[in-house]
């Protein structure tokens, strides 16, 4: 073994992103010290990635909107499956977050009266998303990483060292969360430069490490979105909710093959982008489901006018809720009125301008144009699904961000679950790691301060440091890349965005197939950044993932938001009082049904009851809320 | 459609390296980091290389293909001609970690070396009100994804690792530029301090930085060249920069 670094801290912020620096600022701030730990360098998190906005009811372009309408709209983009309070913080926090990143910087596109501009998206009954044309996420994690060197700068200057209170550890890949007496005590991982090896004692550990598309073939994530900390959590011993919902982002690329599910953001179709099939039809008007009809056209002429009128006419169909619309493409794509690359086309330049669309969408524009020679000033993209987001995860306390079950372990933004139900609206993303990240500072914080110190004991450390070796003492084992492609080509076929049950059984086998072999993976060539190494980890990870993900959706019998069974198409009111909760017993993943937290009454009074007729038992209707 | 094309990657570390020659397959569309994944799937499990969105967004695939600094994600195999070999090799100005990842930390540093916003102590949130047309000057240099090719190109540092302590290169003078024109800065003489404690005066305006910039942000002529013109106004004749139309009332503009 190489020699052991040793670092002890107040708490250890798994990931980068929005949600994992906004954890680390408010733990700093309260004057604790930080170590941020991730797989790449410091500002390239997946969070760049997101283009259209952050949701938040701030009420700058339609004064109607507010806290309460925000909720409405996360509540019925999840199919009520969200946790309620967690969906209640969010739309009450949102704009605080929103305009604290302005006084760390930000600059945001504005309005005519010079206030933070907000733009439509789908599920949000008014412009609400605060934007930099759609390159939002990259205005995120670039203002959060100048506020860590900001308060690094402060430390430099009040105690002469920049690192005193966070610390950040870029390419460092964290293989355990350690726990000692049943309590967090710190993590163990290795330098993805050199191999070398780093324990962290800390009695609080925040993971942040986002999503999990790099088990699916066609995604939207980067080879970071591995599952690392759903993983990292359920082998710590705690739960992870709802693992069947998976977003299929409507509008991937199709094509050349090379960036086949790179993201076309939704602001295309905020902006006035249509969706047609091959024949030239505008299909998202034949899938307009029963619970939207009243707030969604259904004729042209009128989805037409509310881009000029938005209080008098109903919204085109093309801002349906994601689920809906991916599920719309699929269908179309399969009817064979696909494109030739298997797409259906997106076409914002009959509406907009050239000039226009690159203001508003420039790397977009810049995107289609250097990757697939396509002028979208000039033609339409041909786009269809791509995995994108995944909606399940670690299952917390909504006010703290505190992994349940596990003392001293928090989680925020992708990698939690409850928030977003069984679909997230997009906007609501980038919102969700600002408001959680800060709870879950917020809920370390006062942790530690009951529980300020940790010691891992030897034997935690020697045998974390022996799974790290085990792939390099194994001769003509497993190849990673090929058992990742093979765990692709079973989650894209059988746990995709239409599942049957048969299927999904087909795949647990699979999975546990290809997870036998895994244990056998041997890695060619040294420590020393190799990719190799480092997959035969991630993969461990999203195996556990895939099986927590076959197994959920094998239970849920019916077909909700980012869940879709063909053998149970509908949606059924039972099965909304449903989560289902994985835990992991060392050997296998476990799933059970546990009973969801009914909303309050004064949340439960925010909605026309008409409405929750379509979502609730009339049992529930009777009871009209918990209190 | 596909073809076999020839590379010639650079393979090596701190104390060696030579490029090594390798055949592989390229398909219709595909970018170069498609096919250095494809040799590292399929002949070099442990070649070395930084990539993250394949999309151009996040800047990490950043080295040096043909000798030109460039994101292999957003380079076309088809923009070669066929039949030629194409050679990459990781950035130069940067020291190699391993084949094509080199160490960076030059730029965290630097970066840590730039005073941080101020805003106004008195501002309660969400009552800034700001002009479209004033914060977009400072968005155009807020588009940095830090892939670091200007650093790399910067003839000042590029061949000249002596001149990295008193420079801060291209993608830190657009940090400063874009402080500078925020419209609610409280920081005085952002580019003063580029002058003189950051070395925008070793900068001959020779645009290799803007060139290589694949988010096509105009480094030399809206960020570099103002704030050495500024600066030299202020220096020689400030008299005719007070009668200027400013939006931030300092001594420099």
Same mark, same amino acid.
Request: proline share 5%; aromatic share 8%; with cysteine.
């Given at each position: 073994m190489t020699s052991l670094e040793k670092y002890k801290y107040d708490v250890v912020v798994i990931g980068a992103g929005g949600a994992g620096l906004r954890a680390a600022v408010e733990a700093r701030e309260a004057g604790l010290s930080v170590a941020i730990v991730c797989k790449s360098l410091f500002g390239k998190a997946h969070t760049v990635m997101a283009e259209g906005g952050a949701a938040a009811s701030m009420g700058n372009v339609n004064d109607n909107d507010n806290w309460k309408v925000h909720f409405r709209d996360t509540m019925r983009g999840g199919k009520f499956l969200n946790h309620y309070r967690m969906a209640e913080l969010h739309?009450?926090?949102?704009?605080?977050?929103?305009?604290?990143?302005?006084?760390?910087?930000?600059?945001?596109?504005?309005?005519?009266?010079?206030?933070?501009?907000?733009?439509?998206?789908?599920?949000?009954?008014?412009?609400?998303?605060a934007h930099v044309g759609d390159r939002t996420g990259l205005e995120l994690i670039r203002t959060m990483q100048q506020r860590i060197v900001a308060l690094q700068q402060i430390d430099a200057r009040e105690n002469g060292n920049a690192e005193s209170h966070i610390k950040v550890?870029?390419?460092?890949?964290?293989?355990?969360?350690?726990?000692?007496?049943?309590?967090?005590?710190?993590?163990?991982?290795?330098?993805?430069?050199?191999?070398?090896?780093?324990?962290?004692?800390?009695?609080?550990?925040?993971?942040?490490?986002?999503?999990v598309g790099k088990t699916f073939k066609i995604t939207s994530n980067s080879w970071e979105g591995t599952g690392d900390g759903h993983a990292l959590a359920l082998k710590a011993g705690a739960n992870?909710?709802?693992?069947?919902?998976?977003?299929?982002?409507?509008? @991937?690329? %199709?094509?050349?093959? !090379?960036?086949r599910g790179i993201l076309v953001t939704e602001s295309v179709r905020g902006e006035g982008g249509i969706l047609t099939n091959s024949l030239g039809e505008r299909f998202m008007f034949k899938y307009i489901p029963e619970v939207f009809k009243s707030i969604y056209a259904d004729n042209?002429?009128?989805?037409?006018?509310?881009y000029l009128d938005q209080d008098n006419n109903r919204r085109p169909p093309e801002l349906l809720p994601r689920d809906e619309v991916a599920r719309a493409i699929n269908s179309e794509v399969k009817a064979g009125r696909g494109t030739e690359h298997g797409g259906v086309f997106l076409d914002v330049s009959k509406r907009l301008s050239a000039e226009v669309i690159k203001k508003r969408l420039p790397s977009m524009w810049h995107q289609f144009f250097e990757l697939a020679g396509v002028d979208i000033t000039k033609e339409?993209?041909?786009?269809?699904?791509?995995?994108?987001? &995944?909606?399940?995860?670690?299952?917390?306390?909504?006010?703290?961000?505190?992994?349940? @079950?596990?003392?001293?372990?928090?989680?925020?933004?992708?990698?939690?679950?409850?928030?977003?139900?069984?679909?997230?609206?997009?906007?609501?993303?980038?919102?969700?790691?600002?408001?959680?990240?800060?709870?879950?500072?917020?809920?370390?914080?006062?942790?530690?301060?009951?529980?300020?110190?940790?010691?891992?004991?030897?034997?935690?450390?020697?045998?974390?440091?022996?799974?790290?070796?085990?792939?390099?003492?194994?001769?003509?084992?497993?190849? !990673?890349?090929?058992?990742?492609?093979?765990?692709?080509?079973?989650?894209?076929? =059988? %746990?995709?965005?239409?599942?049957?049950?048969?299927?999904?059984?087909?795949?647990?086998?699979?999975?546990?197939?290809?997870?036998?072999?895994?244990?056998? %993976?041997?890695?060619?060539?040294?420590?020393?950044?190799?990719?190799?190494?480092? =997959?035969?980890? +991630?993969?461990?990870?999203?195996?556990?993932?895939?099986?927590?993900?076959?197994? !959920?959706?094998?239970?849920?019998?019916?077909?909700?938001?980012?869940?879709?069974? +063909?053998?149970?198409?509908?949606?059924?009111?039972?099965?909304?009082q449903v989560n289902h909760i994985s835990s992991f017993d060392g050997n296998k993943v476990n799933i059970k049904a546990q009973p969801l937290p009914s909303i309050p009454k004064e949340l439960f009074d925010l909605f026309d009851v008409h409405e929750l007729e379509k979502y609730m038992t009339p049992e529930e209707i009777a009871k009209g809320g918990s209190n | 459609m596909t073809r076999k094309i020839n590379l010639r990657i650079w393979r090596g570390d701190a104390t060696d390296g030579a490029l090594k020659n390798v055949e592989v397959e390229a398909n219709e569309g595909e970018v170069v980091l498609d096919v250095i994944h494809r040799v590292q799937a399929t002949q070099m499990g442990d070649l070395a290389v930084r990539w993250n969105?394949?999309?151009?967004?996040? @800047?990490?695939?950043?080295m040096e293909i043909n000798g030109k600094?460039?994101?292999?994600?957003?380079?076309?195999?088809?923009?070669?001609?066929?039949?030629?070999?194409?050679?990459?090799?990781?950035?130069?100005?940067?020291?190699?970690?391993?084949?094509?990842?080199?160490d960076v930390s030059f730029n965290y540093r630097k970066a840590m070396e730039i005073p941080a916003y101020e805003h106004p102590k008195d501002?309660?949130?969400?009552?800034?009100?700001?002009?479209?047309? +004033?914060?977009?000057?400072?968005?155009?240099?807020?588009?940095?994804?830090?892939?670091?090719?200007?650093? +790399?190109?910067?003839? &000042?540092?590029?061949?000249?690792?002596?001149?990295?302590? !008193?420079?801060?290169?291209?993608?830190?003078?657009?940090?400063?530029?874009?402080l500078d024109m925020h419209p609610l800065d409280l920081l005085k003489n952002r580019k003063q301090k580029a002058q003189e404690e950051h070395g925008l005066g070793m900068c001959n305006i020779t645009k290799c930085c803007t060139e290589v910039c694949p988010e096509h942000i105009r480094i030399t002529d809206n960020a570099i060249i103002p704030m050495k013109e500024r600066v030299v106004d202020v220096k020689y004749d400030p008299i005719r920069w007070l009668g200027t139309k400013i939006r931030k009332r300092e001594g420099i503009v």
């Open positions: 739309a009450k926090e949102s704009p605080d977050r929103i305009w604290e990143l302005e006084m760390w910087g930000a600059l945001f596109d504005r309005t005519k009266e010079g206030k933070i501009s907000q733009r439509n998206f789908g599920g949000h009954e008014y412009p609400r998303l550890f870029a390419e460092l890949t964290i293989t355990e969360i350690l726990k000692e007496n049943g309590k967090i005590a710190g993590a163990y991982g290795y330098w993805r430069e050199n191999g070398n090896e780093v324990l962290f004692e800390a009695p609080a550990v925040i993971i942040a490490t986002g999503g992870l909710v709802d693992m069947e919902f998976l977003q299929f982002h409507p509008t @991937g690329m %199709v094509w050349p093959p !090379s960036v042209e002429e009128e989805a037409d006018r509310w339409a993209m041909e786009v269809g699904p791509t995995c994108h987001y &995944v909606m399940g995860g670690v299952e917390v306390e909504p006010d703290t961000a505190a992994a349940i @079950g596990v003392p001293g372990l928090f989680a925020a933004g992708e990698v939690a679950g409850g928030m977003h139900g069984s679909n997230r609206l997009g906007g609501n993303s980038l919102s969700d790691l600002l408001v959680f990240g800060r709870r879950a500072g917020m809920g370390a914080v006062a942790y530690v301060k009951s529980n300020p110190t940790a010691t891992v004991s030897e034997k935690a450390i020697t045998d974390a440091a022996a799974r790290i070796e085990a792939p390099f003492s194994r001769a003509g084992g497993e190849n !990673s890349y090929s058992l990742h492609a093979e765990l692709q080509e079973v989650t894209h076929n =059988l %746990v995709g965005i239409i599942r049957t049950g048969k299927e999904v059984e087909e795949a647990i086998e699979k999975i546990a197939a290809i997870r036998a072999r895994s244990a056998n %993976v041997a890695v060619a060539g040294g420590r020393k950044f190799n990719p190799g190494f480092h =997959l035969a980890f +991630d993969l461990d990870n999203m195996l556990l993932v895939a099986e927590s993900t076959a197994k !959920s959706a094998l239970l849920r019998e019916e077909s909700r938001g980012g869940h879709t069974r +063909d053998d149970f198409p509908g949606m059924n009111s039972k099965w909304r | 969105c394949k999309a151009g967004k996040c @800047g990490s695939c950043s600094p460039r994101l292999a994600c957003m380079t076309q195999v088809a923009s070669f001609p066929e039949g030629e070999e194409i050679t990459i090799t990781p950035l130069r100005a940067f020291p190699v970690i391993k084949d094509l990842v080199t501002l309660a949130p969400g009552a800034a009100r700001m002009e479209q047309v +004033d914060v977009e000057r400072s968005q155009e240099f807020r588009k940095c994804i830090e892939c670091f090719l200007c650093q +790399d190109v910067c003839h &000042v540092i590029r061949d000249h690792e002596e001149n990295k302590k !008193s420079f801060a290169g291209p993608r830190f003078f657009i940090r400063i530029a874009e």
